[in-house]
T-cell receptor, first 119, second 112 residues
């Protein structure tokens, strides 16, 4: 159980293009999903926390108008990189938890990731 | 100081060896701890949660030392397939939505 699917797995596009990435929890409902970015040889950095039915919470330094997050249902969150530029090229990964309660002791399960290359 | 620190390695060990990694964290009130493994250009996969009393899963043993604020991962009888980057994850208690804080990862190479 606890499968998270992410699509697409690879995107190559021109500078100025907007790119939409989908994250789906396949066998559980995820009230909260998370979006991360990972640059080569670096760790995962949390970009934002996506809450179903409400606005996402962005980490410091992440532009909310640049990275649009929509969490329209309990099984789907989307990240749109608007007007992407070469510096936005990175590995974007979503995650979701199938529980957590107030203590947050349930592990997060990650999607396959999306490798974004902006030319 | 980083919130979660790991020795980046790489740790090069022969097959069958025992290897241990440590991870230190700065927030003494951190609540949950996990080890994930990440293969090159892939997503992280949960290896094991870390419990206060320590826990074991086959060849893998995880320990938590709250007094010294570190967690450890011990791998016995290393296999070639254990080669990966091992990520330490800490969940600070001040975070209402239990955000993950990742370490930079420790690279392990198991050599034939």
């Amino acid at each position: 159980g606890a499968v998270v699917s992410q699509h697409p797995s690879r995107v190559i596009c021109k500078s100025g293009t907007s790119v939409k990435i989908e994250c789906r929890s396949l066998d559980f409902q995820a009230t909260t999903m998370f979006w991360y970015r990972q640059f080569p040889k670096q760790s995962l950095m949390l970009m934002a926390t996506s809450n179903e039915g409400s606005k996402a919470t962005y980490e410091q330094g992440v532009e909310k108008d640049k990275f649009l997050i929509n969490h329209a249902s309990l099984t789907l969150s989307t990240l749109t990189v608007t007007s992407a530029h070469p510096e936005d090229s990175s590995f974007y990964i979503c995650s979701a938890s199938d529980g957590g309660g107030a203590q947050g002791n349930q592990p997060q399960h990650f999607g396959d990731g999306t490798r974004l290359s902006i030319l | 100081r980083k919130e979660v620190e790991q020795d980046p390695g790489p740790f090069n060990v022969p097959e069958g060896a025992t290897v241990a990694f440590n991870c230190t964290y700065s927030n003494s009130a951190s609540q949950s701890f996990f080890w994930y493994r990440q293969d090159c250009r892939k997503e992280p996969k949960l290896l094991m949660s870390v419990y206060s009393s320590g826990n074991e899963d086959g060849r893998f043993t995880a320990q938590l030392n709250r007094a010294s604020q570190y967690i450890s991962l011990l791998i016995r009888d290393s296999k070639l397939s254990d080669s990966a980057t091992y990520l330490c994850v800490v969940t600070p208690v001040y975070s209402g939505t239990y955000k993950y804080i990742f370490g930079t990862g420790t690279r392990l190479k198991v050599l034939a």
